[in-house]
T-cell receptor
């Protein structure tokens, strides 16, 4: 069974600095998707960034980028120029490829990392 | 349509009572998911609908839980004879059929069983 591990329950960063959140996963599949979702307090889960396993190039979205190491099964999130609004729970999630998972694209989640941004 | 909507946002109920939650997905999304998130944990998959068909249920979904999606639009999740262990955030997500798309989440229903 696939598992996702986030080993940092809490992290903090100074405003305008850079922080990296770690995620490792375990799977025997070769095709899958990885996601980072952000969950602000009392607000909905929103997608931060997505990586397709077949792509070697690391995904980037403005200040957010990932370091995807497929062989090591590692998927870290880097937040540059941290802003106060980045404070939230960050979840790493795994999704099987469509054809491996039948039709169900359920996500398998890590426990999350609580990120505090200090002014 | 501004996103996935869940109702109510909060529910406090006495142990043994039945509760029902509603999720309205984004209108063109035919896939709908329910997850449960307890304090300090990541979400856990409960069940999945494609249109009106419930295609997968997690073993977490005991006999006291039932979900429906009549006509492939909104969905309801009912918990009968609630227990304190049912206290959690219940998240609904929807996605279209397009392969390379993510799921969009509602704000969740926080259930407290006292």
């Amino acid at each position: 069974a696939q598992t996702v591990t986030q080993s940092q329950p809490e992290m903090s960063v100074q405003e305008a600095e850079t922080v990296t959140l770690s995620c490792t996963y375990d799977t025997s599949e070769s095709d899958y998707y990885l996601f980072w979702y952000k969950q602000p307090p009392s607000r909905q889960m929103i997608l931060v960034i997505r990586q397709e396993a077949y792509k070697q190039q690391n995904a980037t979205e403005n200040r957010f980028s990932v370091n995807f190491q497929k062989a090591a099964k590692s998927f870290s999130l880097k937040i540059s120029d941290s802003q106060l609004g980045d404070a939230a729970m960050y979840f790493c999630a795994y999704r099987e490829d469509l054809y491996n998972a039948g039709n169900n694209r359920k996500l398998i989640w890590g426990l999350g990392t609580s990120l505090a941004v200090n002014p | 349509d501004t996103g996935v909507s869940q109702d109510p946002r909060h529910k406090i109920t006495k142990r043994g009572q039945n509760v029902t939650f509603r999720c309205d997905p984004i209108s063109e999304h035919n896939r709908l998911y329910w997850y449960r998130q307890t304090l300090g944990q990541g979400p856990e998959f409960l069940t999945y609908f494609q249109n009106e068909a419930q295609l997968e249920k997690s073993r977490l979904l005991s006999d006291r839980f039932s979900a429906e999606r009549p006509k492939g639009s909104f969905s309801t999740l009912e918990i009968q004879r609630t227990e304190q262990g049912d206290s959690a955030m219940y998240l609904c997500a929807s996605s279209p059929d397009s392969f390379n798309t993510e799921a969009f989440f509602g704000q969740g229903t926080r259930l407290t069983v006292v």
